[in-house]
């Protein structure tokens, strides 16, 4: 009797294996087959463009305001921590909190009153943000010339590992708003990727890129939108930054003018010290609490400053770009939470910055705060 008991014990348990596997491997075909593909170049829609006449083209006598601001999908505010950065949460816990952080998000870019605004982590009805559609909220709000470009499309992002945590569908990506006519926008893929299986349900980095015609001159201001790479061992980003390099340096050699803004994570070089040792240790402005915690390596750009370029950043130590989603924001101790300096801009040498200031928000509707730049043209 015994071993009739363990041997129906033992069918039922390598069904079970076996219906597991089964799924798994349908689950993993299910994305490989609906895995998003994009092209090394794909021309974008510009939406609400104006009319392509001079009235309409960047004056070189203007003083053009610029701001960048990761909005976290309007799901990582102050309340939030997040898996991939030692938390434990993958989406909020109601939609009412997202759309309150969409408000909030809304106001920050009215008072703004940009020409130009470079946004990411912009949703477009995805479950880890309840199908809130964050492009159109945007887009309607600014009312001027936009484009956007995806960087993450997955049928399903099983994680975290936990139900009602996991982010399902995700449509996401970059966006960029102007107050000007754009002539074209390009997405253009960047180099570098996951190994497989991650690679199927990971993001599709990219950077886009908006020509602006200038009046009276057939040069153009080129604006470049970038979110590189954050949780791979900053090969990727040596990379990325490698094929910006390459795409902004060809734009200034024929004449272009080129502001590069996003969020690099990557910590700008400046916000970093490295003079006091002989190894590659550095000393960020904004120093790990926790060797463990996430870095944001110093960025590879000793081509910006040697040929002239130059960096839009705010050296604020009391008022950093980024937080850490290991844990919801600490507002009562401000010490006890994690810093980086990774967001802003990257200029070439025939633009003049005039002014760069972080947009303290405390990091109430995301884990990073806006950077506001003013530049002219030469």
């Not at 079970?16 to 593909?37: C, D, M, P, R, W």
């Not at 994009?38 to 001079?54: I, Q």
Request: some cysteine.
């Amino acid at each position: 009797m015994l071993k009739k008991i363990l041997k129906v014990v033992l069918k039922a348990v390598l069904i079970l294996v076996i219906a597991i596997v089964l799924f798994a491997g349908s689950f993993i075909l299910v994305l490989q087959i609906n895995e998003y593909n994009p092209e090394a170049s794909e021309l974008l829609t510009v939406e609400n463009n104006l009319p392509d006449s001079s009235e309409s083209y960047i004056q070189l006598s203007d003083t053009l305001k610029i701001l960048t601001f990761n909005t976290g999908y309007a799901s990582l505010s102050a309340t939030e921590d997040f898996v991939m950065d030692g938390g434990v949460k993958g989406r909020m816990d109601s939609k009412a909190e997202v759309e309150a952080n969409i408000a909030g998000i809304e106001a920050i870019l009215t008072a703004a009153a940009a020409d130009i605004y470079l946004l990411q982590e912009v949703d477009v009805d995805s479950d880890r943000s309840y199908n809130t559609l964050q492009y159109a909220s945007y887009s309607e709000l600014l009312d001027m010339p936009v484009s956007f470009g995806y960087n993450y499309r997955c049928v399903f992002v099983p994680f975290p590992f936990e139900m009602g945590q996991m982010m399902g569908n995700v449509q996401s990506g970059i966006m960029t708003g102007t107050n000007f006519f754009v002539e074209t926008a390009t997405r253009y893929q960047l180099p570098g990727t996951f190994s497989w299986p991650l690679r199927i349900a990971n993001l599709k980095r990219c950077m886009t890129v908006s020509r602006l015609p200038i009046a009276g001159s057939d040069k153009f201001l080129v604006i470049v939108n970038v979110h590189l790479s954050a949780y791979d061992d900053g090969t990727m980003r040596v990379q990325e930054m490698a094929a910006l390099r390459t795409l902004v340096q060809d734009e200034y050699a024929d004449g272009n003018y080129v502001i590069v803004g996003g969020d690099f994570n990557q910590t700008f070089p400046a916000a970093v010290d490295v003079s006091a040792t002989d190894t590659a240790d550095a000393d960020y402005l904004y120093d790990l609490k926790d060797p463990t915690l996430w870095e944001a390596f110093e960025m590879d750009a000793d081509w910006v400053t040697e040929d002239g370029w130059k960096f839009g950043i705010d050296l604020d130590l009391d008022n950093p770009t980024c937080r850490l989603l290991n844990q919801p924001y600490d507002a009562l101790n401000r010490a006890n939470n994690q810093y980086y300096l990774i967001d802003g801009f990257i200029v070439s040498p025939n633009i003049d910055i005039v002014s760069v200031e972080i947009v303290e928000q405390d990091f109430m509707y995301s884990d990073h705060n806006p950077v506001v730049m003013e530049v002219t043209l030469e």
